[in-house]
C-alpha cells in the first residue's frame, strides 16, 4: 500500500523559511510523478511544483524562485524549500505521487505565515 507522510510545517514570520518533507512507503522511492500540492481555507487545492516523469520540476508561478524542491537520497524523501514565505502561502500542504496512474495522498502539514 503506497503512503505519504508529510512533515516540518509550522508558524513562522512573512520573510522566514520553512522545509517540508515527503516520506513514501510501500513503494520503490521515486521523485518522478510525484509533487507538493496546497491548500488555502476556503479555496480549492493548487499545484505547488510537480515533478515530471522525465524528471523536470514545474513550479507554479507564485513561487518560483521562492521554493525549491529537491530528493534527500539518504532519507528517501522529497523536500520543498520555502524561503522569503508571505502569508498567502499559508496553507495545508499535501505531497502527492502518481503511481500507475492513481494519484496518492498524504494527509497534509499546515503552514501558517504570518505578517
Known amino acids: 500500500q503506497v503512503q505519504l507522510v508529510e512533515s516540518g510545517g509550522g508558524l513562522v514570520q512573512a520573510g522566514g523559511s520553512l522545509t517540508l518533507s515527503c516520506a513514501t512507503s510501500?513503494?520503490?522511492?521515486?521523485?518522478?510523478?510525484m509533487g507538493w500540492y496546497r491548500q488555502a481555507p476556503g479555496k480549492q487545492r493548487e499545484l505547488v511544483v510537480e515533478?515530471?516523469?522525465?524528471?523536470?520540476?514545474n513550479y507554479a508561478d507564485s513561487v518560483k524562485g521562492r521554493f525549491t524542491i529537491s530528493r534527500d537520497n539518504f532519507r528517501n524523501t522529497l523536500d520543498l524549500q520555502m524561503n522569503n514565505l508571505k502569508p498567502e502561502d499559508t496553507a495545508v500542504y499535501y505531497c502527492?505521487?502518481?503511481?500507475?496512474?492513481?494519484?496518492?495522498w498524504g494527509q497534509g502539514t499546515q503552514v501558517t505565515v504570518s505578517s
Open positions: 502527492t505521487r502518481v503511481v500507475a496512474g492513481i494519484p496518492y
Open positions: 515533478v515530471t516523469s522525465n524528471g523536470s520540476a
Open positions: 510501500g513503494i520503490i522511492f521515486s521523485i518522478n510523478g
